[in-house]
């Protein structure tokens, strides 16, 4: 039975991956950490303080709990980052290379994402291939790109294995997303349901990847459970289930609630970072090579989304 740590287990993705991966795997064999222990992971199962850029902090839970298999969330989304590169720099690089390390020393496997954000400007913009030019401006993308590269290196020069997606924009119902140019997809649906008019950061005709949770989870555990013959690729693969822009979704949200009422109030650092993003990516690697196949489209997501918000607003 495999021994998982995740660490970032109380951000948008953890609080959701962490409990799918205590089903599966079960209870005892899942130690979620973050920098703090709050939220529902630190009563629902083995629960741990790690602050991963200090690598002794990770060393000690791996060695006490026998860990072999590490989902490395941390870091700091597009935007925030922005805002404090140098930070952006140290937790997204300090806490992979950390991973990677004790990894090497003590024979884990490795899933830490990537994302849309790893492409820029020359990058083609639709259906961006899986293999293409990569040369983000933001200190995000730097990151991505640098982490997708240390994580190869780590496979090919120590065997490390790394795997990992480069993840589009995540839409979910249990915790709000930390500070990324994709947020606005998120926030939409709880201004929806709280009948508040939405005022929205990114013009009306930018198109983005995009995703389901449900289908994010699945993309994280499938490719950790992946045939290793079958990957020609590793460190990153393109994934995405959908691609829409404030104008479709508005629309889509309109279709249930008539009374929805939208305003643009552009966000220059939004509307920056999300031009050099691609408007829709090729995850045919993905599908061939590990079986990604996403279960959600807009409208799908769309009817789930308002109803879970309902329940819980
Ligand atoms: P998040 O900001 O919601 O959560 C990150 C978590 O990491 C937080 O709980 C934070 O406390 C923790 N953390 C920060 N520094 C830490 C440290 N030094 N040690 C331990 N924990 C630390 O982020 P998320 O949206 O859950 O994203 C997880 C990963 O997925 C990130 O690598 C992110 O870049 C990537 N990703 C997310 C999206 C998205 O739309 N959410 C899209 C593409 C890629
Ligand atoms: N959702 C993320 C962000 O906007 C994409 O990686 O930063």
Request: overall charge negative; proline content about 6%.
């Amino acid at each position: 039975m495999k021994k998982i740590l995740v660490i970032g287990a109380g951000g948008q993705i953890g609080s959701e991956l962490t409990p799918a991966l205590r089903k599966i795997y079960g209870q005892d064999n899942v130690v979620a950490s973050d920098l703090r222990l709050n939220g529902d992971w630190v009563s629902e199962g083995i629960a741990e303080k790690v602050d991963a850029t200090n690598v002794i902090n990770i060393v000690d839970v791996v060695k006490r709990h026998n860990i072999d298999a590490i989902y490395n969330l941390a870091a700091i989304l597009s935007a925030t980052a922005e805002a404090n590169p140098k930070m952006g720099w140290d937790i997204g690089m300090g806490c992979l290379v950390n991973c990677l390390e004790v990894a090497r020393i003590y024979g884990c496997a490795v899933f830490t994402p990537s994302s849309i954000g790893a492409f820029g400007p020359e990058t083609p913009p639709d259906n961006t291939p899986q293999d293409t030019i990569q040369r983000p401006k933001t200190i995000y993308g730097v990151t991505k790109v640098a982490g997708e590269l240390l994580s190869d290196y780590y496979f090919q020069r120590f065997g490390v294995d790394a795997r990992s997606v480069r993840y589009p924009g995540i839409i979910s119902n249990v915790t709000l997303p930390g500070g990324g140019t994709t947020d606005y997809a998120v926030e939409i649906y709880y201004a929806a349901v709280k009948k508040e008019k939405f005022v929205c950061p990114l013009p009306e005709d930018t198109f983005l990847d995009m995703m389901y949770m449900p289908d994010a989870i699945d993309a994280a555990i499938n490719l950790m459970e992946a045939d290793p013959e079958k990957l020609k690729h590793r460190n990153s693969f393109n994934v995405t289930a959908m691609s829409f822009s404030p104008k479709t979704i508005y629309h889509e949200i309109k279709k249930h609630l008539p009374d929805f009422e939208m305003e643009y109030r552009v966000n220059p650092l939004k509307k920056a970072i999300a031009a050099t993003w691609p408007n829709s990516m090729d995850d045919s690697c993905a599908r061939r090579e590990w079986g990604w196949n996403p279960k959600y489209n807009l409208e799908t997501m769309t009817t789930d989304m308002l109803k879970v918000l309902k329940g819980k607003l």
